[in-house]
């Protein structure tokens, strides 16, 4: 009885293994029969059972054509069947698909970040008016928070509305605004303030978990 155990590793490879081994030697029996009708009557029967191993989508027509692609790669594309899809062809299925192209952004101020630029892009198309205002002010100030984060000394507003001026190709100039953007201290102190009160609620609950209860 032990000379008759067969293990995994001695097996036939599976294709899909997800179907398991008596799906792979179904579709292995379908190609040995002799006759189309006989082959596409089995093939039919293979694609409802395997349908039915995920039933909430055996019924979506997208579904059913990849069961029937995955019917023909477990058949390692030597299946001679009708099928109601494209055959796929054992070419199309080793192809390595096309490199996608990753946007290449290279910004002169990396610490800004992509965003910045295209809230730029977005102000630029608005009618001039107080929300448009609102919006490059909006923006500014972030860029004023994005900057301390890189490099926590203070800055002046004047170097941001030139990086401002610069990013928006010239369409947006706060240089000669009155108006002043938020305090250094006071966008570190937000950051700060959050940061201790997670400390402060951290050792809160630390010091709950520590005391003894009876």
């Known amino acids: 009885m032990i000379d008759n155990l067969e293990y995994n590793t ?31 009557k089995v093939a039919k029967a293979i694609i409802a059972v395997m349908g039915n191993m995920q039933p ?23 299946l001679d069947v009708d099928s ?11 192809e390595r698909p096309e490199p996608l192209e990753y946007p290449q952004n290279f910004p002169k ?10 809230m730029i892009d977005v102000a630029n ?10 919006l490059t002010y909006t923006i500014a100030n972030h860029m004023k928070k994005c900057f301390l984060n890189w490099n926590k000394d ?19 100039n706060l240089k000669d605004s009155d108006e002043d953007l938020s305090d250094s201290t006071s966008l570190l102190r937000t950051k700060g303030k959050y940061s201790s009160s997670n400390k402060k609620h951290h050792k809160k609950n630390s010091s709950n978990r520590q005391r003894k209860r009876y």
Request: proline share 4%.
């Open 154 to 172: 203070t800055v002046e507003d004047a170097v941001i509305y030139d990086h401002l001026f610069e990013l928006s190709n010239g369409k947006i």
């Open 56 to 78: 909430h989508l055996r019924d979506v027509p997208d579904f059913q054509h990849k069961l029937w692609d995955q019917l023909f790669i477990m058949s390692n594309f030597e």
């Open 10 to 40: 001695e097996r036939e490879h599976l294709i899909i293994p997800e179907y398991g081994r008596h799906m792979q030697k179904m579709i292995n029996h379908a190609k040995t029969l002799e006759t189309k009708e006989e082959r596409n």
């Open 109 to 118: 101020y990396r610490f800004y970040g992509n965003n910045i630029k295209t």
């Open 84 to 94: 109601p899809y494209e055959i796929p062809t054992k070419e199309i299925y080793e």
């Open 125 to 134: 198309t608005w009618e001039e008016g107080e929300l448009k205002e609102a």
